[in-house]
């Protein structure tokens, strides 16, 4: 069983920065797992926005590339979320999301992030 929780959301005026952390519990091995970012603004659908992959290539959504970061502490088997010149379009809920080399996949609950002055 993997079990997601993610934290670190909450209000910013835009240009600010906010780190949202993934905490991954799992009896499997942290390191073989693609972990991915994904937002639901309200109304919309739940958009891939950055991954990093069990090798640590990174992929992100063009609409966030050069201002979010995604990186792992394997050791803490936590992914993080960097997110710098925050936009009120980047209003959402976070959530992440793993993927195990057997195709199963887990989802956290979500965090909300707001942008607004």
């Known amino acids: 069983q993997v079990q997601l929780v993610e934290s670190g959301g909450g209000t910013v005026q835009p240009g600010g920065s906010l780190r949202l952390s993934c905490a991954v519990s799992t009896s499997g091995l942290f390191s073989l797992y693609d972990i991915e970012w994904y937002r639901r603004a309200p109304g919309k659908q739940r958009d891939l926005v950055a991954r990093i992959s069990s090798e640590g290539s990174t992929n992100y959504a063009d609409s966030v590339k050069g201002r979010f970061a995604i990186s792992r502490d394997i050791a803490k088997t936590t992914v993080y979320l960097q997110m710098n010149t925050l936009k009120p379009e980047d209003t959402a809920v976070y959530y992440c999301?793993?993927?195990?080399?057997?195709?199963?996949?887990?989802w956290g609950q979500g965090t909300q992030v707001t942008v607004s002055s």
């Open positions: 999301k793993a993927l195990r080399p057997t195709g199963d996949s887990y």
